[in-house]
């Protein structure tokens, strides 16, 4: 007997989405960054972002009232609390337990080939990543007046591109997540800033950067970079480990390379003030030998920060 024929499998290479789950309030919105889709909410979207506050209802960016596009299977699961108080509101978006949950079996409502959001209701928003004409991409609206979307044309590692915007997500839901290096630091500022999204980068920075000891281990080399961006997200903490190694070396310091005349002027001051302070000591009879060792910083308060 000749041996059975086999079937190909079909096999789905989708990636499962990642769902942003809040006590009360049931995801409707979709995001879909280069092939990874996040379900999240549009009221923490608004409360954290300025850009989706304005453009999430904008006339031209018009709620999709249909169904929603294509939806995969299992979701990524991961579990964080948040205890931010604030108004009812924001507080049921931020409230403890909060996480990144698997949808059962009876989330999702199947129409054929389309998929909709929770309890059979279509997503209200569903935005998808499209490249500009200089290569960059940015998330749109996902509608035909928007195409093509151009996604094959980017030249970027879509990967890592996918990974920070979603550490950016957690950053506005207030979530544990940690950075890698300064260059994705950078990154994640840059993409926090076209998304109006700094301070909730700036509130959750502290807790990632003791997750993140590569990242905090190269704060003295490139501490020019992380200076500026520092004054840029009005993160006090890494404004000050900053600025620490740009002061230095004394007879050369780093400072000096500031386009920025505010910052350059900031970095100034406390190495004159530094400076002051080594001058008293040798005054006072200390030796070269004497001051090795010493850590000399100067004062610098929150209303200096600029």
Same mark, same amino acid.
Not at 301 to 306: G, H, N, S
């Given at each position: 007997?000749?041996?059975?024929?086999?079937?190909?499998?079909?096999?789905?290479?989708?990636?499962?989405?990642?769902?942003?789950?809040?006590? +009360?309030?049931?995801?409707?919105?979709?995001?879909?960054?280069?092939?990874?889709?996040?379900?999240?909410?549009?009221?923490?979207?608004?409360?954290?972002?300025?850009?989706?506050?304005?453009?999430?209802?904008?006339?031209?960016?018009?709620?999709?009232? +249909?169904?929603?596009?294509?939806?995969?299977?299992?979701?990524?699961?991961?579990?964080?609390?948040?205890?931010?108080?604030?108004?009812?509101?924001?507080?049921?978006?931020?409230?403890?337990?909060?996480?990144?949950?698997?949808?059962?079996?009876?989330?999702?409502?199947?129409?054929?080939?389309?998929?909709?959001?929770?309890?059979?209701?279509?997503?209200?928003?569903?935005?998808?990543?499209?490249?500009?004409?200089?290569?960059?991409?940015?998330?749109?609206?996902?509608?035909?007046?928007?195409?093509?979307?151009?996604?094959?044309?980017?030249? +970027?590692?879509?990967?890592?591109?996918?990974?920070?915007?979603?550490?950016?997500?957690?950053?506005?839901?207030?979530?544990?997540?940690?950075?890698?290096?300064?260059?994705?630091?950078?990154?994640?500022?840059?993409?926090?800033?076209?998304?109006?999204?700094?301070?909730?980068?700036?509130?959750?920075?502290?807790?990632?950067?003791?997750?993140?000891?590569?990242?905090?281990?190269?704060?003295?080399?490139?501490?020019?970079?992380?200076?500026?961006?520092?004054?840029?997200?009005?993160?006090?903490?890494?404004?000050?480990?900053?600025?620490?190694?740009?002061?230095?070396?004394?007879?050369?310091?780093?400072?000096?390379?500031?386009?920025?005349?505010?910052?350059?002027?900031?970095?100034?001051?406390?190495?004159?003030?530094?400076?002051?302070?080594?001058?008293?000591?040798?005054?006072?009879?200390?030796?070269?030998?004497?001051?090795? +060792?010493?850590?000399?910083?100067?004062?610098?308060?929150?209303?200096?920060?600029?």
């Amino acid at each position: 007997m000749a041996p059975p024929i086999l079937k190909k499998q079909k096999i789905d290479n989708s990636m499962p989405p990642i769902v942003f789950s809040t006590p +009360g309030l049931k995801p409707d919105t979709r995001l879909t960054v280069f092939e990874q889709e996040f379900q999240v909410h549009s009221l923490v979207l608004k409360l954290h972002s300025a850009f989706f506050r304005k453009f999430l209802d904008s006339p031209d960016k018009a709620p999709n009232n +249909g169904i929603a596009g294509p939806a995969n299977g299992s979701a990524n699961t991961n579990t964080s609390s948040s205890t931010n108080a604030g108004t009812a509101i924001a507080a049921a978006a931020n409230s403890a337990p909060s996480t990144l949950s698997k949808p059962s079996s009876t989330d999702f409502t199947s129409f054929g080939t389309f998929g909709v959001a929770s309890i059979g209701q279509p997503f209200k928003y569903d935005w998808i990543t499209k490249i500009d004409e200089e290569g960059k991409w940015h998330l749109v609206c996902r509608s035909s007046k928007n195409k093509p979307y151009k996604i094959p044309s980017f030249a +970027g590692d879509t990967d890592q591109e996918t990974a920070e915007f979603e550490k950016l997500l957690c950053a506005i839901y207030n979530r544990s997540y940690s950075i890698a290096n300064v260059d994705e630091f950078l990154s994640l500022v840059e993409m926090a800033d076209y998304y109006c999204a700094l301070p909730s980068l700036s509130q959750t920075l502290y807790s990632s950067m003791l997750r993140s000891p590569s990242f905090v281990g190269e704060i003295r080399h490139r501490s020019l970079d992380l200076f500026v961006a520092a004054a840029k997200v009005r993160n006090a903490l890494l404004f000050r480990e900053a600025l620490i190694w740009i002061v230095g070396p004394y007879n050369d310091p780093e400072f000096q390379q500031l386009e920025d005349r505010s910052l350059r002027s900031i970095a100034k001051s406390v190495h004159g003030e530094l400076s002051t302070r080594v001058l008293d000591m040798y005054d006072a009879g200390a030796s070269k030998n004497d001051l090795e +060792g010493h850590f000399l910083c100067a004062t610098i308060e929150d209303q200096d920060l600029p």
